[in-house]
């Protein structure tokens, strides 16, 4: 232990001559990035509720909810954007219910009223409620140039102790565009490879709701090469 600390010295020591050739606040900071890596975001749902979704006895449900008129041009977006939230946060150790079997119900039962019905037939602790206001793939009023739209309100229903009713505990709006800055000309992507890069970005941006991200880690979403 004390030949790896000796070796880490000089790596240390040229961090900090580094950050010191710098001014200011800059300096502290490089030298935090250096040593500790960049600082860790605190998720919005735990700082506005005090409530974590990650834990070993707790499951959540994810669903997506999109009017008509938007499903004409994106049929399945509520399936598809309910799975890249389940995945995301499964990936952020968040256990989630398999969204195939949550689309399966929805199919065949459209008569329930409130998320909580939901909850209720899969047992769960928390409802991740996606109601999709608006999206799009392309800029808009554009057929040339693709941008990601969206508008989005999260909302978060907590199940009670005996998983048959439960109450909104959180909700949070949400507007999105990828890339942030400019569009990107269609005939640099296909269509199914542009939508799946979206699809990713807005989950991500829902899922950091939740779980924690790193300052920076939304720069690739500023623009596309």
Known sequence: MLLAARRR?????????LALSQTGCNA??????????????????HKQTGQKLEGKNKTVLVMCY??????????????????????RLNLNKIKVIDPDRVHAWLDKNKDWHKAVEVGAEFKVD????????????????S?????????????????D???KDGNMIYSKDLI???????????????????KKMYLSTLSNE????????????????????
Request: without cysteine; negative net charge.
């Open 9 to 17: 010295l000089p790596l240390l020591a040229a961090a900090l001559l």
């Open 28 to 45: 502290v900071l490089l030298l935090g990035y250096l040593i500790g890596g960049p600082p860790a975001i605190e998720p919005d749902f």
């Open 66 to 87: 999109a009017p008509t008129e938007l499903k004409w041009d994106n049929d399945a977006v509520d399936y598809e954007l309910a799975k890249h939230v389940a995945y």
């Open 126 to 141: 928390y409802i991740v409620h996606i109601d999709l206001k608006d999206y799009s793939l392309f800029e808009e009023h």
């Open 143 to 159: 057929s040339d140039l693709y941008r990601g739209r969206a508008d989005v309100v999260v909302n978060v229903f907590k199940m």
């Open 161 to 163: 102790e005996d998983h």
């Open 176 to 194: 999105s565009r990828f890339p942030t800055k400019t569009p990107v000309y269609a005939y640099q992507y296909s269509y199914a490879n542009f």
């Open 206 to 225: 829902i899922g950091v709701l939740f779980y924690e991200q790193f300052a920076g880690d939304d720069i690739p979403n500023t623009a596309l090469n």
